[in-house]
């Protein structure tokens, strides 16, 4: 890796990829965000990442000024720059220069940074054996508040939570709205397997629509597993047969243990399924380089 970061038209090293202090990013984490992995040179699911980015500029009235086929030729750029086959991209768009003051309508023209980077993953433990999780009291952010579809880069709300996970000596945290119902965790998205029915909460309950909880969705369908998106509360995760998380950067990972309490035996059969079909797209499903 080299460390050479895109940033507003240059790549530069990263010492030198600097934004501006009145940059409404920097300001007010008024911004959105892709995080993407690249398999064999081949990015997964790129056109799914770049449709979302776009998304949530359109909510946030960001007017992105860069069309899908520039981005791609920027983040291809950034990944072969840095001599990179398999790994992780952070694209950013911020806001832009404006004042201290908080109206976005101010700034001047959105920032873009991309990142290309090599991945810190999870033990491979993790995978055999399942993840530990606690569930914090930090609720997600409503999403007539603030909605989780929006990728923005404002992640105080799953901070909060994350602080909680990391205190308690656990790497994740299972963050619930308003009425206890489960939303998602605080950077991957919640699945249950019941009965070999395969539950993940709705995206209305304010979880973001991920990459990899999509492609779970229509690999289980392509498995004849039985899909629902629905609100569960912690009863039906403590008694499911399986439970795991969704992810960029953690793919399907199973989940050991929920605030103490054992589910199932550790890697369920289901979730090892899924996590064996998801491998095999994952070099051949994206944007190759
Ligand atoms: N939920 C949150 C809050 C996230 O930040 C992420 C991404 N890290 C996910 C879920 C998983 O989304 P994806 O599969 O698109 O990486």
């Known amino acids: 890796m080299k460390d050479i970061i895109y940033i507003n038209g240059e790549f530069v090293a990263k010492r030198d990829a600097k934004i501006s202090v009145f940059d409404h990013a920097f300001q007010f984490g008024d911004g959105i965000f892709e995080g993407l992995r690249f398999y064999q040179r081949n990015i997964f699911r790129l056109k799914q990442h770049l449709e979302r980015l776009e998304s949530s500029a359109r909510i946030l009235m960001i007017k992105m ?4 086929e520039a981005l791609t030729e920027i983040i ?22 404006g004042t201290i003051g908080l109206n976005p309508f101010l700034c001047t023209a959105p920032g873009l ?14 995978y055999q054996s399942g993840l530990p999780i606690i569930t914090a009291s930090t609720r997600r952010n409503a999403p007539d508040a603030l909605s989780g579809r929006i990728k923005s880069l404002n992640y105080l709300n799953n901070i909060m939570a994350k602080m909680e ?18 939303v998602e965790c605080t950077g ?58 969704t992810g960029s950067a953690a ?12 589910i199932g035996s550790g890697a369920g059969k289901i979730t090892r399924q899924l996590l064996a079909e998801f491998r095999k797209i994952t070099a051949t499903d994206g944007q190759k380089f």
Do not use: H
Request: negative net charge.
């Open 65 to 68: 000024p860069w069309s899908q």
């Open 76 to 97: 291809v750029e950034s990944c072969r720059r840095n001599e990179l086959t398999d790994g992780y991209i952070r694209m950013m768009v911020t806001r832009g220069e």
């Open 113 to 126: 940074v991309v990142i290309a980077t090599t991945i810190q993953l999870y033990p491979e433990s993790f």
């Open 165 to 182: 996970a990391v205190q308690a000596g656990v790497q994740e945290a299972i963050m619930l709205d308003r009425n206890g119902f489960i």
């Open 188 to 245: 991957d998205n919640f699945f249950i397997v019941k009965g070999g029915v395969l539950t993940t909460p709705p995206t209305y309950q304010g979880a973001l629509r991920g990459i990899t909880r999509d492609a779970v969705l229509e690999i289980a369908k392509n498995l004849d597993v039985p899909t629902r998106e629905e609100p569960m509360t912690l009863y039906e995760a403590y008694d499911a047969d399986e439970v795991f998380l």
């Open 251 to 262: 793919e399907i990972v199973p989940v050991s243990t929920i605030d103490g309490r054992p």
